[in-house]
């Protein structure tokens, strides 16, 4: 296996805001001698970056660099690349201080508060995604039109009748464990050509780390096979896909269920829904009947409610299923640890099971206003994170808001 000593390429990647990987292949000895201590310039604008790389999110730089100072503990070797691993970096500015808006550090913020309790986080995520008969530049030349999913029916929990599935979910499986990713499960979902992969729950960063590793990875190893995956909230009008999110509140080596983190956790999901549905797609998955909350409710193993309850004794846990596809791990789970110590520092009750709850805003421009109107986020993540992360919302909303859709041309071309 490949390692940092004898790598002779070294992707040096940071998360962005969409929780994607940006960075540089450097020269094995090159990195070793003079990026390890020293880290490399890179860009400032890539932590306000839109969808298509366009400087955005409130951006008032000059495009002068920040520093990606490696993090030792994050690298993986690349299966699929010869002589390649990959290590995360974290954004230095000019004065050597950690920039507060990457998403690494703004988890890491929410659990150095988290820890001031004596309390540690654990996350295990599960992402769904689609898997196409066409490559990624066959579906592009299509304008993403007309494409074949790789199995034709309801998949879902099926052994046999996969189609080109089978295939491909093994070589992900495969790259995952060769890159040292602990996965628990894989099963087919209900929409055509849908997948799940479930990986073992672990420490919070390390958690998320793992994720983006696995969504970048996921992609190069379907394209180097002539497929396309999507991980895109609502693809179609079928089911969308999500990123279910367990978590686990430990004491040393103890796990705690308290019910004011709970509480907190439900009280603060309207304002915090931004956090888990960046895009405008995000919110085609969030609607009644489609295994998606609407509400900030909770429920005793219910996959109907936001969060979900499951486990006993040693194992109780609950799961956040707010989240879609698109989201950034950094920020659902920064937000999850936010809105608990809310209710952790409040004794918020926990109300009963099963109820109504609290609607989750609708659509973007309602999620990015109550955000940014929540006095618990400012709190918890300081003005200057709550909007970046409201611009980027807004960036989002500026963007579609100048495209005229197939649905507006079918609609209204010959009838109005």
Known sequence: MTSLADAAEVVLALPDLYGRLQGTRLAGDFFRDQVLDGGYGACDYLLSADVEMRAAAGYRGDYGDFVLRPDPSTVRPLPWREDTVLVLADAVNVSGALV?????????????????????????????????????????????????????????????????????????????????????SARGEVHPGQYEIVFRYGEAMAACDGHVFYKSGAK????????????????????????????????????????????????????????????????????????????????????????RVIGAGPSRRFEHRIAGGDANPYLVVAGIVAAGLYGLERELPLPPPGGDGEPLPRTLEAAAAAWRGSAVAREAFGDEVVEHLASAADAELTAFAAVTTDWERQRGFERL
């Not at 308290?258 to 797609?281: K, Q, S, W, Y």
Request: include cysteine; hydrophobic fraction near 40%; aromatic fraction near 10%.
């Open 100 to 184: 507060p808006v990457a998403p690494r550090q703004v988890l890491r913020t929410q659990l150095e508060r988290l820890a001031e309790r004596g309390l540690t986080a654990k996350v295990g995520t599960e992402l769904e995604f689609l898997v196409f008969s066409e490559s990624y530049r066959e579906a592009f030349t299509t304008g993403y039109r007309d494409l074949r999913t790789a199995s034709r029916y309801n998949s879902d929990y099926a052994l046999t009748g996969l189609g080109e599935l089978d295939d491909l979910v093994g070589a992900l499986l495969r790259g995952m464990a060769g890159a040292g990713l602990r996965i628990e």
């Open 220 to 307: 190069q190893i379907a394209e180097r096979a002539g497929r396309s995956i999507t991980f895109m909230p609502k693809f179609d009008s079928g089911e969308g896909n999500s990123c279910h999110v367990h978590f686990s509140l430990w004491s040393g080596d103890r796990p705690v269920f308290d019910e004011h983190f709970l509480a907190g956790v439900l009280a603060c999901a309207p304002a915090f829904t931004v956090l888990g549905a960046p895009t405008i797609n995000a919110f085609k998955r969030l609607s009644p009947d489609a295994f998606a909350p609407t509400a900030a409710a909770w429920g005793t193993d219910d996959r109907t409610r936001a969060v």
